[in-house]
């Protein structure tokens, strides 16, 4: 079974399982609200998670994503962003646009040097 199948799944919990990507088929879960994706190896933002139009809360705290795409403001549901503990590279102009009741949980670390 594929988990684009799962149609009324609405929480996801995969945190410490060394995900470096998501299937193509998670953008077919229509009503899942709730995605943590906590503490894998996420190198770019998954772009499954871009078709999720119901979700309301995604945590991508703890990987590697230095880039948070434009694409993010097109989730109009998404209230809690987690992505603290990540390499980020500026900017985040485009971060305003997604939601102002967008709640950003945003660590970024500036090294000087």
Not at 47 to 64: E, K, P, R
Not at 75 to 85: E, F, P
Request: charged letters at 15%.
């Amino acid at each position: 079974m594929q988990i684009g199948n799962l149609q009324r799944l609405e929480y996801l919990s995969v945190q410490r399982n060394y995900l470096t990507s998501l299937p193509k088929s998670m953008s077919d879960l229509n009503k899942l609200r709730q995605l943590l994706l906590d503490n894998n190896g996420f190198k770019e933002f998954p772009a499954a998670t871009l078709s999720m139009l119901s979700l309301d809360t995604l945590s991508l705290n703890g990987n590697h994503i230095s880039k948070i795409p434009k694409r993010l403001m097109l989730l109009c549901s998404l209230r809690s962003l987690r992505l603290a503990d990540n390499p980020w590279q500026p900017p985040f102009d485009h971060l305003a646009q997604v939601s102002l009741s967008l709640s950003l949980s945003l660590c970024v670390c500036v090294c000087v040097c």
